[in-house]
């Protein structure tokens, strides 16, 4: 396993980021395009099943940005919630 991945457990998350917001990936929905990695190199890196996993370095990206990569992602498949757990994408 890649010693930079967040969550060695859960690759593609849930992550809890010190925003307190909660991402992850759904494995079943990514296809591996990699929108999410040219909008965030930090937050993601795709794995050997061409899936969406989450580097320990998300922390280093603003929640601004790690937002407009689930906003870029064409399946929809990163989701938010904010710290209180209310859906921040996809609403
Ligand atoms: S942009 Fe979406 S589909 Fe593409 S790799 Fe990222 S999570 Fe997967």
Known sequence: MDPKI???KNPSG???LKSGHKVWVDRNL???AGTCIAVSPKAY????EAKATILNSIDDDSIENI???AKACPVAAIIIE???GNRVFPK
């Not at 890196?45 to 050997?48: P, R």
């Open 14 to 16: 849930p992550v809890t």
């Open 30 to 32: 990514c296809i591996g």
């Open 82 to 84: 904010d710290a209180q």
């Open 6 to 8: 967040k969550d060695q």
């Open 45 to 48: 890196v795709l794995d050997n």
């Open 67 to 69: 937002i407009e990569s």
